[in-house]
């Protein structure tokens, strides 16, 4: 095992498809990237340490999605809109948070965070 790599034990609960993985404070609080492989080794998911904070949401008071100046919209992006609850979006320049997946309009969000970056795989040999 490498000086960087440490074993710890989690607690895992499944609760609705999501798996809650519980990490003891001082582990998780060093943790810059949160890199899940399963059972053979294989890379699974990874996620900037950054969305598991508390101060990850960003309040559309406080700053909107930058669009860059050849698209029509930035995203996308994880948001919480009070009517509908937490679901992938995205911003356009005529100032509408667009569901994801269908493409309605949420009218109700108040808080924003970028999403993980896609798993990516790792060759163990």
Request: aromatic share 12%; net charge negative; proline share 6%.
């Amino acid at each position: 095992m490498d000086a960087d790599e440490f074993i710890i034990n989690v607690i895992a609960k499944k609760n609705n498809g999501t798996i809650e993985l519980s990490v003891p404070d001082d582990i998780f609080n060093q943790a810059e990237r949160i890199l899940l492989k399963n059972e053979q080794g294989v890379f699974c998911k990874t996620f900037p340490a950054e969305v598991f904070g508390s101060d990850s949401w960003i309040s559309v008071k406080d700053e909107l999605p930058k669009i860059p100046k050849e698209d029509w919209s930035a995203g996308p992006f994880w948001v919480y809109d009070k009517e509908v609850g937490q679901r992938e979006a995205c911003y356009t320049k005529a100032g509408e948070w667009l569901d994801g997946r269908e493409y309605y309009e949420l009218k109700c969000v108040t808080h924003w965070m970028p999403l993980p970056v896609d798993p990516q795989e790792v060759n163990n040999d």
